[in-house]
């Protein structure tokens, strides 16, 4: 059976997909990948559909064993990773023999990473999708002693390659969309918004995390008169306090804060990505602008393949240097040589 072992589990790993959307009506936001570029991106490495689920790891990796030979990709907020103690490449697949161990430690860049499994995480599909929603009730974190169902995957040998991520690992410039209550803040504070320099606090989670700044809170009116209305991921809530909050993927479905704006999709990895102490700008675009912007998933996935390349590889690093074909290519001179001489 084509098994992956937890031998070590981080505090925060759960198996991730695109989400459950089309729920919200009953009380389940679509949750899904914090990153979803990040998600996509080992989806290309592998050469696979979108359906294939991965694990998400917040701040710190784990340990795993598969029972069988296997393929991996290394995505998102960059780890130290090794197989039985050799580094690894992030951004890059890999392959991995049964019973070797992967090895994946702290985040020294960003916040989540993902191991991507040639042919997914083929755990229990819930409401069309195999995503963990803790917030909603829905799976459960891994931990050691977890024993991963892997699907059946199509090509072995199609490893070493590679790709250069946008950069979302250390804060800035985020664009955002007016909402349905921008309009209830003035004017003078929402350019004061944009002009503002935040910084991301300890507080946070797959739900939403916290910004602070200098300066007074931000007001809005009649914000007491505010009903419980629809959120959605992005959604920049003003809380009592005046603070701002971010929501991600397994947000609430609705609350009584007004909100200032909505961060567009392509950047809220930026925001998700950003460790405690990173900075960030807001700038509010047009609608026309975002949608220049936007890819569907099947759209952003063709435009990262099209950046996949293969991994050149520094010989000092194989330990099994002669598995590799390194004269391929190589002719014989005498071959140019007139033979009629």
Known sequence: MRLLDVMRAG???TVQDLGRPGHMVFGLSQGGAADREAFLEGAALLGQPISCAAIEMAGFGGDFVATVDLRIALTGAVMKASLDGDPLIWNASHAVKAGLRVSIGAATSGVYGYLHIGGGIASESFLGS????LSGGVGAVLAIGDALPIGPDADLRDVGNTLTPRQRFNGGDVRILPSVQTSRFSQEEISRFEKTRFRRTTRGNRQGVELQFEGV???SDGALAILSEPMVAGDVQMTGTGMPFVLLPECQTTGGYPRIGTVIPVDLPIVAQAAAGSKFSFRFVEYRDALLSHFSPDQALARLRSQVQPLVRDPRQLRDLLAYDLIGGV??????????E
């Open 11 to 13: 505090p925060a790993m």
């Open 130 to 133: 195999r995503s963990a929603h």
């Open 217 to 219: 809170p931000f007001s």
């Open 331 to 340: 002719i014989n001179a005498f071959d140019e040589i007139d033979r009629t």
